[in-house]
């Protein structure tokens, strides 16, 4: 079974730009996740997705937005770069099964998206 | 609001080495607690999980109990290889915050032959 995969591997860009990632969540799996590994803040939370549909959202500005296809994929897009926003970026994804409670649903990570803003 | 701490890395030790990473959080209700472990340029795989007070996670030789009253999840190995040299990191979920996992900072383990 294929994982968690997210594209591309790395990305260079400048300040202002614009950048989006993509995310295919493991086949079957219905939430995508986006979290942020930045060096020195560790990883936090960004987005959560399932069924299409926004269901949380972390502390990020309003120009880290993204959606959810048909598929399940996922795309998550910075608008107006900036410096800080440097990181790796995590997809996770998830089956939210109907009888267990959120919590205890495993997340599913890929390897990550490593932006650089110069 | 609700939060995990790690012990600071980096953490080094021999193989075979007995492994404490301590882990304390502060949350209201009733968090499930996870153990995520990332090698060298890969992304996070679950270690264990824990989802009620007093239950004990473990996989691949490594535990974790979850305590309530110290608010604790400290994981443990007996005997360490160079193969578990990664960053290993603590969080939590709650059922009413959609999902999200929060994560402690994480602690470098590097062991040596």
């Known amino acids: 079974e294929a994982g968690v995969t997210q594209s591309p591997t790395h990305l260079i860009k400048t300040r202002g730009q614009q950048v989006t990632l993509r995310c295919s969540p493991i086949?079957?799996?219905?939430?995508v996740y986006w979290y942020q590994q930045a060096l020195g803040l560790g990883l936090q939370f960004l987005l959560w997705?399932?069924?299409?549909?926004?269901?949380n959202r972390g502390n990020f500005p309003p120009r880290f937005s993204g959606r959810q296809f048909p598929n399940y994929s996922s795309e998550l897009n910075v608008n107006a770069l900036e410096l800080e926003d440097s990181a790796l970026y995590l997809c996770?994804?998830?089956?939210?099964?109907?009888?267990?409670?959120?919590?205890?649903?495993?997340?599913?990570f890929g390897p990550g998206t490593r932006l650089t803003v110069l | 609001g609700d939060s995990v701490t790690q012990m600071e890395g980096p953490v080094t030790l021999s193989e075979e080495a007995f492994l404490t990473i301590n882990c304390t959080y502060t949350a209201t209700g009733y968090p499930s607690l996870f153990w995520y472990v990332q090698y060298p340029g890969e992304g996070l795989q679950l270690l264990l999980k824990?989802?009620?007070?007093?239950d004990k996670g473990s996989n691949k030789g490594f535990e974790a109990t979850y305590r309530k009253e110290t608010t604790s999840f400290h994981l443990e190995k007996g005997s360490v290889q160079v193969s578990d040299s990664a960053v290993y990191f603590c969080?939590?979920?709650?059922?009413?915050?959609?999902?999200?996992?929060?994560f402690g900072q994480g602690t470098e383990l590097s062991v040596k032959p």
């Open positions: 086949s079957g799996h219905t939430s």
């Open positions: 996770a994804s998830s089956l939210l099964e109907g009888a267990s409670p959120m919590a205890y649903n495993e997340q599913f």
């Open positions: 997705y399932d069924e299409g549909e926004e269901r």
């Open positions: 969080a939590l979920s709650k059922n009413n915050q959609g999902g999200k996992l929060i």
């Open positions: 824990a989802t009620k007070a007093d």
